[in-house]
């Protein structure tokens, strides 16, 4: 939002006035809210004046050929990439920018990364485990001890990403697609309000598509989780998606629903004639 | 060191025991004299000490040819302390402990026998200790067969300055006790003879420093006041090579600035190309060129030992030679080879050295050297150029350092005392304050 | 040193009408002149020796310069004076100092040798060198003339005025003149300080130093002025030379990490025996001297491509040995090639020797080379400064012009890919190491003229190495070049005035603290080293 | 309260850590019997000086623990803590030093004696204190737990990972040796501190006082291994090694990664710093080269050889590997090295998981097919 609205806003509070765990506040519809962000890499902008707005519960897919920025993206909102310019809002009170990683996945922004990253030592059981929402400060996180609760919350999603007889098993000899789905049930397990999920399909059968297409559906809700998904393939795409958004050279081409962009001669244009160049970067 | 009198007194009442116990059947006369040698033959200062090892498993060899001692073998037990000087502690122990050594013949560096002495002195061993060092210590079990500061360095610096003339000193060392303790005594004595302050360039360096550019440099310039100056060099064996290098490269020679060294013997010079060197100088007790068969004979039987043409002797493989006849003489001498007769009994003793003369035992377990200054050939090998009079004998306790003026050590009972305070008149740590630390 | 009166009188006469004296001197004479050298005290020598010059026997300069090498010597027995010919083990070759023919060998048991003194020998140089100022090589003449500075005094004024007449040579002359302001300055004239202005020659500051200290105040007071003078030009002098400093102990230190460089950052191998390949190619030195004794300088260059193949092949049985077992462990490859250099060290303690080895500097590469009279370059690191450009430049060629250099970036980035593109990444491994291991084995051939060559020699150098591949930043030879200088300039510089270990220790606490600052080091770079 | 304090039991339940402890106490046992109650020409009989062996090895045993918490389990190797070994040790020391008193050899009630022959007037102030022993032993922890707080703020903070950090811990341990070689530095330069009288008034050489170090060094190893051991078994642990094998992932499950590497550093640091303390007592000397690189390089090995990520693998790699050490320097004094070498290139090529591995193989093949703290498959490998 615009500086002057920001201070006509009598509902605005201030950052500093804010804890950085207090809920995020969606009174105003979007969830996350990204303005006029710009980042290059020396010279090459992934990133260009890009606007986008995710309503709280809303699923929303995200396309686009390589190098249109997507991940780039999911990296500027989970902090790990500071834009250079733009701004970058959770709810209308906290402001991404000014946090690190660990802050403001606890504030519940989830992030399931393009490569399936689970911590192959530990069993399904421990990764879970340590990805539920807890107190995560050391001495807490050392003292800690599985109760009643956490086990059944643990076990539940067992059932949902349906690893539940592998959960003694080291994540590390887990097939690629059951690596999604923990990765995935460790999102659950965060419980955060929005998710990103980058290409969560890649290198699944086709049942497995159709029980993630479930499960992501099933997440998203008023109120429950807002998910946004990164996916390169169409079908599932369109098996899911509500809204759709087009990315292309870092700036977003097209909105809407997915018969709409797939219509839309732009975007085909970008399928089709998408030059190598842009392929490769 | 004897941390109290009662502990003392247990041991004079533990010693006979222990006699005794080494005389029970156990060991019975045909048993081997065990010899200790406790040198480092791998890490860093395998390069000095390997040839030590040899020399006296030579010398057993030589003197069990000879028919042995007492009408027993000796035997060589050998260890390798690896230049790692907890290592030695624990070595001299098993050597002590386990092998039960009559005594051991070893170490190079300073600490390396700061860290085998309470072992010894726990266990009521005999220490030959052959390199020269910085003084300051007299220990009732250890033997120093090496040059003291007043057997080398001092005379050294007299030769300079009579001799060459020389007015302004560089003291270049690297940084460890010996040339610290080494350039206090040496800038005291020459401070005791009028030399100023601006005119002293005391210079320290790591172990084997190999960059000498800026120091060889500053050393230049501080040759180039118009007054006659020399390098008076206590470095450490690895980094004189460098050393040298740079000082030939950038063209000081003897004839400008001498340096005179007292740590490169012929073993050192064997690592270096000597053409540059020609005529910078070393102090020793002990050089190969020294013109007496009984050094010849020595050389032959080394170069035999060895079967090395180009083998080379040096100052403390002499200081082993004594060291080791010395030793001989006192078993003989007591007629067992039980540690505190040998003790008492070698005191005093005096054997033939390789320079022509003889070298006694004193009291406080230094033994009487000559002093040789000796300019490096193009051959290897050194030229002596000044030798002493007589021999000096060896000087526990520095004159020349605050701490230690009013010290002196005779091991001869009654005063038996390594460090007997003249001015207190009493042994080392005053008695008297005893109490005081034992409430604080 | 100052050459006796005596000497003097029979150099004006030599000076005065060089032609060659006769010859004419029996053997007795000679034998006369050698017995009284055999003196007791070397101010009798001194005597004698000027007793041989002034005798005008054409045998002299041999006996002098035998004498200066300590190769004059005299049997036990016979008292026959003879001139060894070669010094090392225990019977010598000699011949006979009178006649001049060999005859056979001597034991040195039955040897004494004449021996001299600083001081004497001070003594025979400047009297051979004032015998050079007719030498026909102006090389020599020069030098002679140099060596006179600072020995000239009265008696020698004339003869060498004398000379400077007839001699051609500009440089010659100007020594000579130098030499004459320094002994009238000694003598306290003023004006020979103006011709002494601004000359950085050492012996000449002595020499102002000392009139500056003396009590006829004009003189002191001109003496001083042109002192500040030529500390002036000498503060220049002083920079360059730290910065010459800097250069070679950092072009050392590039030797050293460069090999490192490429096994450790391209291949991410932590090879803790770098060192022993240096170490290994030092040793090539040494025994190529051996092989060719008598011409170090062409052992020197032999040893080059000797001591990189040595290295390589060293390497390649590493590789082939330990390191293909390790494959995707690199912290492993720490563990075991930590343990092959503890190997190879005991290894060359009991093949070789656990002593150091002489490798002898070829005249060529020895001393210095004048920029001016106060700063002269030493040769030796000169040529290591050199050396080390090269070799960066040669395996910049290779990394990037060369088949083998593509392929390697290729495996660097992408193992399977340039795999299925039919690249053989095991042969391409084996070369990579191959070249690391070649290269720190030239390092090894370098270092072998600045230090030990010894069992320690890698042990001294592998931590500089990791330190500067790490400060450069892993896997980029760039980096590694422009760490390994810096460090060595900011090393020199600080030294003067923190002294050698201080400034060891603040170059390190200044790397940790630009690490905090770079976490990548200098050039990060992408790729599998510099992942994590 | 139980539930702050539970964490700390939880290893008991553990078969593996009571086996180890088991072990551990019975020797203790074993060596102090067959040491006092067997006169000395008994072939059972342990000589104190053997004693004194076991003692160190077990000193070592508890660095390599140290090593192997953060190497093992947080994936950041550490080429420099032989530095806080040695800070621990020169802690030690310098309580020892002060305890002479005026036994020196110059009699000198305050001043060490290579103050006195190199002539300092005074007690420089950071040796103040150190005749008390609590202090002292305060410094123990204290010294190498500040160094490695401060040096770990900044390493982490600036997330210097991998090579890099193993580096600087390198050029951290190799600039406090020649730091302490100064003279200057009043630590006693190369000689470093020895010849040392007595610890809290017992007679440093009587066999009694070496049998109790021995045992105490015991002591001190199984309550380090027990504390490790629960660090690693309780959830903190599990974050470690999912900082170890996925940092970034850590992150973004909203763990503040560097706190976590910061802490076990520390305690580790500690933990290091104890050994050293229970370690100069034992050999009498303690002097720079403790710093070497090498030395710090020899305890990773330690660590490899016995088992990384195990705990008690590091504990027999420290043991086996300075056993063999002592032995081949006496048997085999020419030609150790080649044994030792050798050793270290057989082992990491054929036993990748160390000795440990292998055991775990032994005892249960199935489960050590799948070893979870397996760290030779994690991604930080390949940088680390």
């Not at chain 2, 030589?62 to 001692?69: D, S």
């Not at chain 3, 291949?267 to 040793?283: D, P, R, S």
Request: aromatic residues 8%.
């Amino acid at each position: 939002m615009s500086f002057l609205q920001s201070l006509t806003d009598r509902e605005r509070v201030f950052d500093f006035l804010i804890p950085a765990s207090s809920p995020v506040d969606v009174r105003h519809g979007p969830i996350l809210y990204l303005e006029d962000v710009t980042v290059s890499f020396d010279g090459f902008k992934a990133i260009n004046d890009l606007n986008l707005t995710i309503d709280d519960g809303e699923l929303r897919c995200i396309i686009g050929p390589n190098g249109a920025g997507k991940t780039t993206m999911m990296d500027i909102i989970t902090g790990k990439t500071r834009p250079d310019r733009g701004s970058v809002w959770f709810g209308s009170r906290h402001n991404l920018l000014a946090m690190n990683e660990p802050d403001i996945a606890s504030l519940g922004i989830g992030r399931k990364f393009q490569k399936p990253t689970v911590f192959e030592a530990l069993t399904v059981f421990e990764n879970l485990e340590l990805a539920m929402a807890a107190d995560k400060r050391i001495l807490p996180t050392l003292t800690a001890r599985m109760t009643g609760e956490t086990r059944d919350r643990i076990e539940e999603v067992l059932v949902t990403i349906g690893l539940t007889e592998l959960r003694q098993r080291p994540a590390g000899i887990l097939s690629h697609g059951q690596k999604q789905w923990l990765e995935i049930g460790m999102l659950l397990m965060q419980r955060p309000r929005l998710l990103l999920v980058d290409e969560p399909v890649a290198g699944m059968t086709e049942q497995e598509m159709e029980r993630t297409a479930e499960l992501l559906t099933g997440l998203a809700g008023k109120g429950k989780q807002s998910v946004v998904v990164v996916e390169h393939d169409m079908g599932f795409v369109r098996s899911i998606a509500r809204t759709v958004t087009v990315l292309h050279q870092g700036s977003v081409l097209a909105e809407g629903s997915m018969d709409q962009v797939s219509n839309d001669p732009k975007v085909v244009e970008v399928y089709l004639g998408a030059d190598p160049d842009e392929e490769a970067a | 060191m004897i941390p109290s009198s009662v502990y003392r007194t247990s041991r004079w009442l533990a010693a006979p025991l222990l006699g005794a116990a080494l005389a029970t059947p156990a060991l019975a006369q045909e048993d081997p004299i065990k010899v200790g040698i406790l040198h480092s033959l791998s890490g860093t200062m395998a390069i000095s000490e390997t040839v030590l090892k040899d020399t006296v498993e030579m010398l057993i060899e030589q003197q069990n040819a000879e028919g042995g001692l007492l009408g027993r073998e000796l035997e060589a037990v050998v260890v390798d302390p690896a230049s790692d000087w907890p290592l030695f502690a624990e070595k001299a122990r098993e050597l002590l402990a386990q092998e039960e050594v009559d005594v051991i013949f070893g170490n190079w560096t300073s600490v390396s026998r700061k860290s085998v002495l309470p072992v010894v002195e726990e266990l009521n061993g005999l220490l030959f200790y052959p390199v020269q060092y910085e003084g300051e210590e007299s220990s009732e079990n250890v033997f120093y067969t090496g040059a003291a500061p007043n057997q080398q360095a001092i005379p050294a610096v007299d030769y300079l300055m009579n001799n060459v003339g020389v007015e302004r000193w560089v003291l270049a060392g690297t940084d460890y006790v010996y040339p610290r303790t080494t350039n206090k005594i040496l800038e005291a004595y020459l401070k005791s003879f009028g030399v100023a302050d601006e005119d002293i360039m005391v210079n320290y360096t790591p172990f084997g420093h190999s960059d000498w550019q800026n120091i060889v440099s500053e050393v230049k310039a501080f040759g180039s006041e118009g007054k006659k100056t020399a390098v008076v060099s206590t470095i450490n064996g690895d980094a004189n090579v460098p050393f040298y290098r740079e000082l030939g490269n950038q063209g000081i020679d003897a004839a400008d600035i001498p340096v005179v060294a007292f740590s490169v013997g012929e073993q050192e010079l064997t690592g270096i190309d000597t053409a540059p060197l020609v005529g910078h100088l070393a102090a020793w007790n002990y050089f190969m060129s020294v013109d007496t068969d009984a050094n010849y004979d020595f050389i032959d039987a080394w170069i035999d030992y060895t079967g090395d043409e180009m083998a080379v002797t040096n100052d403390p493989m002499e200081a082993h030679y004594i060291g080791f006849n010395m030793w001989i003489e006192a078993v003989r001498k007591a007629g067992t080879t039980e540690v505190d007769a040998v003790k008492d009994a070698i005191i005093g003793v005096s054997v033939p050295n390789l320079t022509g003369g003889y070298a006694a035992m004193m009291p406080n377990h230094h033994i009487t050297k000559p002093v040789l200054i000796g300019e490096i050939q193009d051959n290897g090998q050194f030229s002596i150029v000044w030798e002493t009079p007589s021999t000096v004998a060896g000087d526990a306790w520095s004159d020349y350092l605050p701490g230690s003026r009013d010290l002196i050590s005779d091991w001869r009972k009654p005063m038996a005392c390594g460090n007997y305070n003249v001015v207190t008149g009493s042994c080392g740590g005053g008695e008297t304050q005893e109490e005081t630390t034992a409430e604080e | 040193m100052t050459i006796s009166p005596c000497l003097r009188r029979m150099l004006v006469l030599f000076l005065l009408a060089w032609l060659p004296l006769a010859a004419s001197a029996q053997d007795d004479d000679g034998q006369q002149l050698l017995q009284s050298l055999d003196a007791a005290s070397f101010t009798q020598m001194g005597e004698a020796i000027e007793a041989i010059i002034t005798s005008g026997d054409e045998r002299s300069r041999g006996w002098l310069e035998a004498l200066l090498d300590g190769k004059l010597q005299r049997h036990k027995e016979t008292g026959r004076f003879v001139v060894v010919l070669e010094n090392r083990g225990r019977d010598w070759p000699v011949a006979d100092a009178l006649t001049g023919e060999a005859i056979g060998e001597m034991s040195r048991r039955d040897l004494d040798r004449l021996g001299i003194n600083n001081a004497l020998r001070g003594q025979l140089q400047s009297a051979l060198a004032v015998l050079d100022l007719h030498v026909p090589e102006t090389r020599d003449r020069r030098e002679a003339a140099r060596a006179l500075l600072g020995d000239v005094d009265a008696s020698l004024v004339e003869p060498l005025e004398a000379v400077i007449r007839v001699e051609e040579d500009a440089e010659v002359r100007r020594l000579l003149e130098q030499g004459l302001a320094i002994h009238r300055l000694e003598q306290g004239s003023l004006e020979a300080v103006a011709s002494l202005q601004g000359s950085l020659n050492n012996r000449v500051r002595a020499a102002l130093n000392s009139a500056a200290r003396s009590d006829d105040p004009a003189l002191a007071e001109a003496a001083s002025v042109a002192l500040a003078d030529i500390e002036q030009q000498m503060k220049l002098n002083r920079g360059l030379e730290t910065l010459y400093f800097g250069l070679s102990l950092g072009s050392v230190l590039v030797l050293a990490a460069i090999g490192l460089a490429i096994t450790f950052g391209v291949m991410g191998v932590i090879n803790m025996a770098h060192g022993e390949l240096i170490m290994l190619g030092a040793y090539t030195t040494w025994a190529m001297q051996q092989l060719l004794p008598g011409q170090p300088g062409l052992a020197m260059v032999l040893s080059i491509p000797a001591g990189f193949l040595v290295a390589a092949l060293a390497g390649i049985a590493i590789e082939r040995g330990v390191i293909q077992f390790l494959k995707g462990r690199p912290l492993e490859t720490l563990l075991a090639t930590f343990g092959v250099s503890l190997i190879l060290q005991q290894l060359v303690r009991t093949v070789i020797s656990p002593l150091n080895r002489t490798v002898v500097t070829p005249e060529w590469m020895s001393g210095s080379i004048m920029i001016n009279e106060g700063l002269s370059l030493t040769l030796n690191r000169l040529y290591v400064l050199g050396f080390a450009l090269v070799v960066f430049a040669g395996l910049m060629l290779v990394m990037r012009r060369t088949r083998l250099g593509l392929e390697v970036r290729a495996v660097t980035q992408n193992r399977a890919m340039a795999r299925s593109m039919g690249i053989r990444a095991t042969r391409v491994d084996i070369m990579t190491f191959a070249l690391g291991s070649g290269v720190a084995g030239l390092a090894g051939v370098a270092l072998s003229q600045l230090t030990n060559v010894g069992p320690n020699l890698g042990q001294n150098y592998i931590i500089d190495s990791f330190m500067v591949v790490v400060f450069g930043g892993v896997g980029n030879l760039w980096g590694t070049l422009v760490a390994g200088l810096s460090l060595g300039v900011i090393n020199q510089v600080l030294e003067p005035w923190a002294g050698a270990v201080l400034a060891k220790i603040l170059v390190l606490v200044f790397i940790i603290l630009f690490i905090q600052k770079r976490p990548r080091g200098l050039f990060p770079q992408k790729g599998r080293a510099a992942e994590g | 309260m139980h539930s702050s304090t539970s964490w700390l039991a939880r290893p008991f339940r553990e078969r593996a850590t009571q086996l180890f402890l088991g072990i551990l106490l019975a020797s203790l046992a074993t060596v102090t019997l067959l040491n006092l109650a067997l006169p000395a020409g008994h072939p059972l009989h342990v000589s104190t000086y053997t004693v004194t062996l076991l003692g160190k090895y077990l000193s070592y045993a508890l660095l390599a623990v140290a090593v192997d918490l953060v190497w093992g389990y947080l994936g950041i190797l550490s080429l420099g803590h032989g530095a806080f070994f040695a800070l621990g040790g020169y802690a030690m020391g310098m309580y020892l030093m002060r305890q002479i008193g005026d036994r020196g050899t110059y009699g000198d009630p305050v001043l060490p004696d290579f103050m006195v022959f190199l002539d300092w007037d005074s007690l420089p102030w950071y040796w103040l204190g150190f005749d008390m022993a609590w202090f002292a032993f305060l410094m123990v922890l204290l010294a190498p737990g500040l160094l490695a707080l401060v040096f770990g703020f900044l390493a982490f903070r600036s997330r210097v990972t991998g090579v890099y950090l193993s580096i600087i811990t390198q050029a951290l341990t190799f600039a406090l040796m020649l730091a302490f070689f100064r003279n200057e530095m009043g630590f006693g330069g190369n000689n470093g501190l020895t010849d040392f009288k007595e610890l809290l008034g017992f007679d440093l050489r009587s066999d009694a006082t070496r049998l109790g170090l021995f045992l105490a060094t015991g002591i001190a190893l199984a309550l380090g291994y027990v504390l490790c051991r629960a660090i690693v078994a309780s959830k903190l642990g599990r974050v470690s090694v999912a900082t170890r094998d996925a940092e970034a992932r850590t992150r973004f499950l909203g763990y503040r990664v560097e706190r976590f590497q910061l802490f076990i550093f520390v305690v580790s640091a500690m933990l290091a710093g104890v050994a050293g303390a229970l370690y100069v007592p034992q050999v009498g000397i303690i002097n720079p080269s403790e710093f070497s690189p090498i030395f710090s390089i020899e305890i990773v090995l330690w660590v490899a050889l016995g088992g990384r990520a195990t705990l008690y693998g590091a504990v027999i790699g420290a043991i086996l590997v300075n056993y063999a050490k002592t032995v081949f320097t006496g048997v085999m004094p020419d030609a150790w090295l080649f044994a030792l070498g050798g050793l270290f290139v057989l082992v990491t090529v054929l036993l990748p998981k160390g000795i440990a591995g292998l055991l775990a193989y032994r005892v249960n093949p199935q489960r050590s097919a799948r070893k979870p703290d397996d760290p030779s498959t994690s991604p930080r490998e390949v940088s680390a």
